[in-house]
């Protein structure tokens, strides 16, 4: 009598295991979408180096408040003193105007250093500037590409080819029209690398132009 007792029992113990297993199974199963919980070690979980231009703000829920710009009045070792000019308000254009005025702290490149601009530039921008920097790169193709606006000329244009390389610089620190921030992908240095890289172009194209148009 016993002995039969403990197998209905097991039989109630079975079922109510299996019936729960199959409900939480069911319910796992579900096309409802849920929110993951807390993330022990976010910086893992999402990568902070990706996707430089995606949206961060998910990770507000875990505290983090990221930015693809250095934390504003810190300087990286080794660098020179910062940027002067602080970015301009929304639909205010004065500290860009202001930044004309600002000159650039290299005042030529060796040829070690014009190589190491040059891979820069190909790196970051070359990919909607175009290797030529005439605007025509992989993202534009002639129009063929991804990209509908064609990325601004710099080798031809003379809008670009007589802008200061402090314009330049804020643009790239700060990001202009449809080009984003590249302060958190170059360091100040290699930003000024690259606009001298990007003024010995323009003044090499300019001058062999002068000499064709001569003859």
């Known amino acids: 009598m016993k002995l039969l007792l403990n197998i209905n029992k097991m039989k109630k113990y079975i ?6 297993s199959l409900s939480l199974l069911i319910i796992s199963c579900s096309d409802v979408k849920r929110k993951p919980g807390d993330i022990y070690m976010p910086d893992m979980a999402y990568s902070r180096a990706y996707e430089t231009y995606a949206d961060h703000s998910f990770l507000k829920n875990e505290g983090i408040n ?3 710009q250095p934390v ?3 300087i990286a070792r080794g660098e020179e003193l910062p940027f002067s000019i602080a970015k301009d308000k929304a639909g205010d254009t004065t500290n860009y105007i202001l930044s004309k005025q600002v000159k650039s ?3 030529s490149l060796s040829q070690t250093d014009l190589k190491e601009a040059e891979r820069l530039y190909l790196v970051n921008c070359g990919i909607c500037h175009g290797l030529k920097l005439d ?3 992989p993202l534009y193709k002639g129009g063929d590409g991804p990209y509908p606006a064609k990325p601004a000329t710099l080798v031809g244009d003379v809008k670009y ?6 314009q330049m610089f804020y643009s790239v620190t700060y990001g202009k029209n449809l080009m984003g921030s590249y302060a958190s992908q170059l360091s100040r240095k290699q930003r000024w690398m690259v606009i001298k890289y990007i003024k010995t172009k323009q003044v090499k194209t300019t001058a062999s132009t002068t000499a064709v148009v001569s003859k």
Request: glycine share 20%.
């Open 161 to 166: 080819e007589s802008m200061p390389e402090g």
């Open 15 to 20: 079922f109510i295991v299996g019936f729960i």
């Open 105 to 107: 702290p290299i005042d």
């Open 66 to 68: 990221y930015t693809n």
């Open 135 to 137: 605007g025509n790169g």
């Open 72 to 74: 504003k009045g810190t």
